[in-house]
């Protein structure tokens, strides 16, 4: 089984500041997905961005950026000019065709915005 | 719109008594998957399902059980032998291999709790 590893279970961040949480993984496999998903307190699972892994250039999605190093496998997510509507759980993922149809998460990163 | 319906909400069990979680997609992924969640831990699988009529065992399916009778379907049962039954339950879905980078959408979640 691949293993994923997010190193910090609590994070916080100023309202308007910038935080990076860290993911890596542990693969084999030179070509697979890597994804970052948030959990409000609503428990509802949400799609931030994702990531190809043949793909040289980092995802971004608004606010939202990914530093992949695939070298390091590593996928941290950078969060900028962060707002109180960020607080949640995330959680990153990885699949691959190697896994066929499952998806690996990592034990997640509880963010705590404050105002 | 398309999505991943889950009911009910919330679901009481009393000791000995079965209980069935349902899930249905109309998102016409192959691919379907239960995760269970504890409180500020991440997702572990349970069950999941590539194809009608068959399925897998995930990490922790002891005292679960699922069908797979339509594509759009797979119902989670907690069976009595699940001794500490009390969680979050997420079901999801995916496409297959032909398109692994697509990411897993989810429902809203079941929260069961024991009487």
């Known amino acids: 089984a691949q293993t994923v590893t997010q190193s910090q279970p609590e994070m916080s961040v100023q309202e308007a500041e910038t935080v990076t949480l860290s993911c890596t993984y542990d693969t084999s496999e030179s070509d697979y997905y890597l994804f970052w998903y948030k959990q409000p307190p609503s428990r509802q699972m949400i799609l931030v961005i994702r990531?190809?892994?043949?793909?040289?250039q980092n995802a971004t999605e608004n606010r939202f950026s990914v530093n992949f190093q695939k070298a390091a496998k590593s996928f941290s997510l950078k969060i900028s000019d962060s707002q109180l509507g960020d607080a949640a759980m995330y959680f990153c993922a990885y699949r691959s065709e190697g896994t066929g149809n499952q998806f690996y998460f990592g034990t997640g990163t509880s963010l705590t915005v404050i105002p | 719109d398309g999505g991943i319906t889950q009911s009910p909400k919330y679901l009481f069990r009393k000791e000995g008594q079965n209980v069935t979680l349902s899930c249905e997609q109309n998102l016409n992924h192959d691919a379907m998957y239960w995760y269970r969640q504890d409180p500020g831990q991440g997702l572990r699988l349970i069950y999941y399902s590539q194809i009608v009529n068959d399925f897998q065992k995930g990490d922790i399916a002891e005292g679960y059980s699922v069908s797979r009778e339509k594509k759009e379907s797979f119902p989670l049962t907690v069976t009595s032998a699940q001794k500490n039954p009390t969680a979050f339950y997420l079901c999801?879905?995916?496409?297959?291999?032909?398109?692994?980078?697509?990411?897993?959408?989810f429902g809203d979640g079941t929260r069961l709790s024991i009487l």
């Open positions: 990531q190809e892994a043949y793909k040289q």
């Open positions: 999801a879905s995916s496409y297959l291999r032909d398109r692994v980078n697509q990411p897993q959408h």
